[in-house]
């Protein structure tokens, strides 16, 4: 009402420097909450999605020797023993709320982790 009647366009300013200046407040915490993207994790997702999935369809167990005998292909040579150590966190962390990411479907995710789930019952 400042505005219109009394043709205060100062009023109007300080609202726009108030909103402009929370935005900016905002957006820092925002930036710096942010994590800067794994390069690595980035150049190979095809190839770690693709060893997921065949682990998981292939019924094979997670563990440490799986991951080390696993065929990548595509990834260089220097970088396997990284590949490898990536991929075995990936199984660690594989759940119904993410098999997605890796084209698996409910039914080949559940028995793979029923099969783990007895094979750490036996040992």
């Known amino acids: 009402m400042g505005v219109y009647e009394y043709n205060r366009i100062e009023l109007l300013r300080d609202i726009f420097v108030y909103a402009y200046q929370k935005s900016a407040s905002r957006f820092v915490v925002i930036k710096d909450a942010v994590v800067e993207p794994n390069l690595f994790r980035l150049r ?5 999605a693709s060893a997921v999935r065949e682990i998981v369809t292939g ?4 563990s440490r020797e799986t991951v080390d005998t696993h065929e990548f292909s595509g ?4 970088d396997r023993q990284a590949f490898a150590d990536m991929l075995l966190e990936e199984l660690l962390n594989l759940h119904e709320g993410n098999i997605l990411r890796y084209r698996l479907r409910p039914s080949e995710f559940d028995a793979w982790d029923k099969a783990q789930h007895r094979l750490g ?3």
């Open 44 to 48: 190979y997702r095809r190839e770690i």
């Open 59 to 62: 019924g094979a167990p997670l």
């Open 75 to 78: 990834v260089d040579r220097i």
């Open 121 to 123: 019952e036996q040992e």
